[in-house]
T-cell receptor, first 111, second 113 residues
Framework: LAKTTQPISMDSYEGQEVNITCSHN???????ITWYQQFPSQGPRFIIQ???TKVTNEVASLFIPADRKSSTLSLPRVSLSDTAVYYC????????????FGSGTRLQVQP | DTAVSQTPKYLVTQMGNDKSIKCEQN?????MYWYKQDSKKFLKIMFS???????INETVPNRFSPKSPDKAHLNLHINSLELGDSAVYFC????????????FGPGTRLTVL
């Protein structure tokens, strides 16, 4: 089971770009990388998912190097409402192995 | 319309009691999950059901028994509640496997006294 390691916390200011890196050294060939966001007293919410290179959607970008042993979630121009915990997960496409949510990265955005 | 709903939102009960948490999704998904988030905020999967079939069953005491009457519902029944069961329980669903985007419910905060 691929274990993920993320920084415990990060601070930023409104309008800045935030990059959160996740290490997953023993990622398997069939594993995808997924990021979730969780606000206090709410369930996690899907942000983005990728397998390799770069993925971009209306919320974030995900950068995955060729060796796939890490990934970086990039949030452009954060706002106060982006203050949340961000989880990186890796999981196989068969769906028969449980995904593990790590401890997550608590992002605090200041005005 | 709420995509994934759970009831109750809060549940306070005494040790030794039996309680149930209900989950319903109206997304037409075929896979549903139960997660436990403890006081340290670690989110751990407990069960996964696909088309009413148990797919993932992590190391969970057998006091916890999921029941899926149909694809849209996955209820969690807990027998002989213990203090350590206090946590927030999240239900989630996805189309297809666990790797796909999961939609989480609002959570049920269980407090065992």
């Amino acid at each position: 089971l691929a274990k993920t390691t993320q920084p415990i916390s990060m601070d930023s200011y409104e309008g800045q770009e935030v990059n959160i890196t996740c290490s997953h050294n023993n990622i398997a060939t069939n594993d995808y990388i997924t990021w979730y966001q969780q606000f206090p007293s709410q369930g996690p919410r899907f942000i983005i998912q990728g397998y390799k290179t770069k993925v971009t959607n209306e919320v974030a970008s995900l950068f995955i190097p060729a060796d796939r042993k890490s990934s970086t979630l990039s949030l452009p121009r954060v706002s106060l409402s982006d203050t949340a915990v961000y989880y990186c997960l890796v999981g196989d496409v068969t769906g028969r192995r449980a995904l593990t949510f790590g401890s997550g990265t608590r992002l605090q955005v200041q005005p | 319309d709420t995509a994934v709903s759970q009831t109750p939102k809060y549940l306070v009960t005494q040790m030794g009691n039996d309680k149930s948490i209900k989950c319903e999704q109206n997304l037409g998904h075929d896979t549903m999950y139960w997660y436990k988030q403890d006081s340290k905020k670690f989110l751990k999967i407990m069960f996964s059901y696909n088309n009413k079939e148990l797919i993932i069953n992590e190391t969970v005491p057998n006091r916890f028994s999921p029941k899926s009457p149909d694809k849209a519902h996955l209820n969690l029944h807990i027998n002989s509640l213990e203090l350590g069961d206090s946590a927030v329980y999240f239900c989630a669903s996805s189309l297809g496997t666990i790797t796909n985007e999961q939609f989480f419910g609002p959570g049920t905060r269980l407090t065992v006294l």
